[in-house]
């Protein structure tokens, strides 16, 4: 049985690896910067996310060996602990989910060296999943802690990331386009590198898409705040105020499509969701499994979604034709924290704590669930998996998981089974990996 345990952390890491930046970044800069057209000018490097800081190590080293006459400047944010070693550009650890000072100042640094550029000049961007929190720097008349108030109430009303963007967009003198509209206003060309953390792998979307053409309205951002009725006493009044004046049409609209005519701007996804899932079935198929790719789209309350998938693993059992078969998919889902509860976990553990116990009578499966990034919610891991052991243990011990459920403490669950996913920061970010094996 520990064999399913070593077969469903090798196909996590196989999904986390082919999203490496150090690998897929050069392969990059190599095609959009060929030989003889290297960037001309200032080089500025900026960027944001999770996985942004070892997309900076990764291009600093290639700029070495390849553009040694051209000297690189710039800043990069990462969440805190996911730092990686540059020389010449600076790295800023800030807060994420909810932003801090110290990701309003880096913010203010980037702002400011875009705003510099000139004509000729070259800005290529790092973005990766988090830069939206990251990337904090609000529109006049909007402060730090406005920002903070404003996430903490998003998150916690259980929005989708997609409606939490575009809310952050529009209070935003960077996401939303802003940033390409700051360097198209200088002449300067524009690269964007992109790992997606993302359904659908939008650049709109990928960290708010600071480089992207914007499909989102002041119109949209209220109807949010409305939907979760979400307004005085949970946001803020200066962003109140804020959306009323862009509703009203006295503030510019986030960056749209027709404000690309003739811009040097191009977007370039290097990594997928999708991408990972098929790397983890290609190495399910040399362990003897037939693998399912469910999708990288599945979205939806981490419970539900837990319970659905007990649901079809169950189907898949009863109609299998004698094959053994790994159910793979992607997506982020959310988790909705009942006022007075404070939760240990996240998504990924919350939805396998899920599918454990609508599982119960299925004895032979075996799952894991973890967030790329390394970092799943309130806690240190990255998930969690079990094995049938792991199941009878749990029954030995008396751990009943809907109690956990109920408390939203699907951390401390897992946690005394031992049965955590701990890698530290992988230094990439493509998303939640879910896999189910079925014998």
């Known amino acids: 049985m520990r064999k399913q345990e070593s077969i469903l952390k090798s196909a996590f890491a196989a999904a986390v690896a082919v999203a490496d930046p150090q690998i897929i970044v050069p392969q990059h800069l190599a095609k959009i910067f060929p030989l003889g057209c290297e960037p001309k000018g200032r080089c500025v ?76 000049d070259v800005l290529i961007a790092l973005i990766s999943g988090g830069g939206s929190s990251l990337l904090t720097l609000p529109q006049t008349g909007i402060s730090i802690e406005d920002m903070r108030r404003t996430t903490e109430a998003l998150l916690r009303s259980g929005a989708p990331i997609e409606e939490m963007n575009v809310v952050r967009k529009h209070l935003s003198a960077i996401l939303g386009g802003n940033l390409a509209r700051l360097a198209i206003a200088r002449g300067a060309r524009v690269e964007a590198l992109l790992i997606s953390d993302v359904t659908g792998d939008s650049p709109a979307d990928i960290a708010s898409g600071p480089c992207a053409a914007d499909y989102s309205t002041y119109q949209d951002a209220v109807d949010i705040l409305a939907k979760y009725s979400l307004g005085e006493g949970s946001i803020p009044s200066s962003v109140l105020l804020h959306l009323s004046r862009g509703l009203a049409g006295e503030l510019p609209e986030t960056l749209k499509a027709g404000d690309l005519q003739n811009a040097q701007v191009n977007n370039h996804v290097i990594a997928t969701a999708y991408r990972s899932l098929q790397a983890a079935a290609d190495y399910i198929r040399t362990q003897g499994y037939e693998p399912v790719i469910l999708g990288d789209t599945i979205t939806g309350e981490a419970q539900d979604v837990g319970i659905t998938q007990a649901a079809m693993a169950r189907e898949y059992l009863v109609n299998q034709t004698g094959k053994s078969l790994a159910l793979i998919s992607g997506g982020e889902c959310t988790v909705t924290i009942p006022a007075g509860l404070k939760g240990r976990g996240g998504r990924c553990s919350e939805y396998l704590l899920a599918l454990f116990a609508a599982s119960m009578d299925l004895h032979s499966i075996a799952a894991l669930a973890a967030d790329t990034d390394g970092i799943d919610g309130s806690e240190k891991n990255a998930g969690a998996w079990f094995i049938p052991a792991i199941r009878q243990t749990a029954g030995e011990q008396g751990l009943l998981p809907t109690q956990y459920l109920a408390q939203h403490d699907c951390y401390g669950f897992f946690a005394q089974l031992d049965a955590l996913v701990e890698t530290g920061p992988t230094l990439t970010n493509v998303n939640d990996f879910r896999i189910i094996l079925l014998n």
């Open 45 to 120: 490097v900026v960027g944001a996310g999770k996985a942004s800081a070892s997309m900076a190590s990764a291009l600093e080293s290639y700029a070495k060996s390849h553009w040694p006459q051209i000297d690189i400047e710039g800043v990069v944010l990462t969440r805190y602990g996911h730092n990686s070693h540059t020389s010449h550009l600076q790295i800023i650890e800030a807060g994420h989910p909810v932003p801090d000072q110290a990701g309003m100042d880096g913010a203010k640094e980037i702002y400011r060296l875009v705003s510099e550029l000139n004509q000729g």
